[in-house]
């Protein structure tokens, strides 16, 4: 049974995530429902990253096992075919061994993050940005955001629901920087807690507004608090933008 993975792109805005639910729209349910139409087959496919209500992806890897041996590009068209007019797009398809897995083979997470910083609010980016009108420094983000990097305790920056085993975590890459009138935050990890890259970048925004300095991002890192984090940054502006292997 050929084993493909896919490469995916989506505008997550109308669904509640990427894991199935029933009753309710998800990418991974639109996915296999696109597979049913084109193969005839019911699958459960599986994903890089479980992406919350209204996150977006330019980077997304799935894989799923097929039990007719299609060529990878009939794969990706028919299942663009199928999704259509979803914003769900297939980018890539390929074969891959049976041992690969989207999942647990993966050795690294990157998510990039977007505000628009100005006074005006977004028209064409609606929902696909974090509007912020006051004034951002993104120097004092970038040095505040080198207190994550490193191996720590992110209980603080973990959302109460996140059903990982333990909030240790080694977060690899934080940068920050400015293009033209939005301010990106990139974050790079083998993986991540839940709701953790929106919780960092809504702290780190209090230090580009002047609310904050690096040393209170030290401070509620160490404090291993819920409580003690910032306010939390909205689905909007999170992408996930690749998985390494």
Known sequence: MPRYRLLVEYDGRPYRGFQAQERLPSIQGAIEKAVLGFSGQK?????????????????????????????????????????????????????????????????????????????????????????????????????????????????????????????????DVARVWREGQEVHLVFEARSFLHRQVRSMAGSLCQVGIGRWTAADIKALLEARDRQACGPVAPADGLYLTGVGY
Not at 76 to 95: G, H, V, W
Not at 105 to 133: C, E, F, K, M
């Open 43 to 171: 699958i459960r496919l599986i994903g890089a990253g479980r992406t919350d209500t209204g996150v977006h992806a330019t980077g997304q890897v799935i894989h799923m096992d097929l039990e007719q041996d299609w060529r990878p590009a009939v794969v990706r068209d028919a299942l663009n075919a199928y999704l259509m007019p979803q914003p769900i797009s297939i980018l890539e398809a390929e074969k891959v061994a049976d041992d690969f897995h989207a999942r647990f083979s993966a050795t690294g997470r990157r998510y990039l993050y977007r505000i628009l910083n100005r006074r005006s609010p977004p028209a064409i980016d609606q929902g696909r940005v974090w509007h912020v009108r006051r004034p951002i420094n993104v120097e004092a983000m970038n040095e505040a955001a080198q207190v994550l990097v490193g191996h720590h305790d992110f209980t603080t920056f973990r959302d109460m629901q996140c059903q990982s085993k333990s909030p240790l975590k080694t977060l």
